[in-house]
């Protein structure tokens, strides 16, 4: 099958107008795996899954390219019993790219771009131990002015041996641009712990 190309709605201007964000393409899908692997924090799916990812979710995933190659994603879904919800699946950044606010300028063009279409709520879900990933989100909502809740969902039962509960994130409702809404702490509905590294999920 030929490689897609298409042409990104998201804006890549930002903080480093070096690095483009646009949407994945299937030649992205080998990146996006050794993205994953190398994080060492995320759970790897199979190579064959991220191809996939880039063919049936690129609306819904953004990728950031430095030089044209992939340095970080995030990947998304629009949730079947939720239309109005992007779930993020996985956030991964390249080590060299980290400590840039890279993870946060792709959330908020995905952000952007997802309100432009009507959603209006984000979830993911977090392990107790993820702090990076914990302040991403609660500056992603503070950003936007939204709520953010926590509720838990998957419990270590849920898992293979040696895996952590899974927190659900619950963001919004969205406005349409992370620049016009006026920063408000967000609101917690339920206790959570926090994740370590830039990588969710």
Same mark, same amino acid.
Do not use: K
């Given at each position: ?96 790219? $980290? #400590? =840039? +606010? ?8 995905? !952000? ?5 279409? %009507? &959603? ?21 909502? $503070? #950003? =936007? +002015? ?8 998957? !419990? ?5 041996? %040696? &895996? ?38």
């Amino acid at each position: 099958m030929a490689a897609q190309s298409r042409q990104s709605p998201i804006d890549p201007t930002g903080p480093d107008p070096a690095i483009r964000l646009d949407e994945p393409r299937l030649e992205d899908g080998p990146e996006l795996w050794r993205l994953a692997r190398d994080s060492r924090v995320l759970d790897v799916n199979s190579p064959y899954s991220y191809v996939l990812w880039c063919r049936d979710f690129a609306g819904t995933s953004v990728v950031a390219r430095a030089g044209g190659a992939p340095c970080g994603f995030i990947t998304g879904f629009q949730r079947p019993a939720r239309p109005d919800t992007l779930f993020v699946w996985q956030v991964a950044v390249d080590r060299s790219f $980290r #400590g =840039r +606010g890279l993870a946060r300028r792709m959330l908020d063009a995905l !952000g952007d771009r997802m309100a432009a279409r %009507g &959603h209006r709520y984000v979830e993911a879900t977090v392990t107790p131990g993820n702090t990076a990933s914990t302040r991403m989100f609660e500056s992603f909502a $503070r #950003g =936007r +002015g939204c709520d953010l809740t926590r509720s838990p969902l998957f !419990g270590a039962e849920h898992f293979p041996e %040696g &895996h952590e509960p899974e927190v659900l994130f619950r963001i919004g409702p969205l406005s349409p641009s992370a620049t016009s809404a006026p920063p408000s702490a967000p609101t917690s509905t339920a206790s959570s712990a926090a994740p370590a590294g830039e990588p969710v999920r």
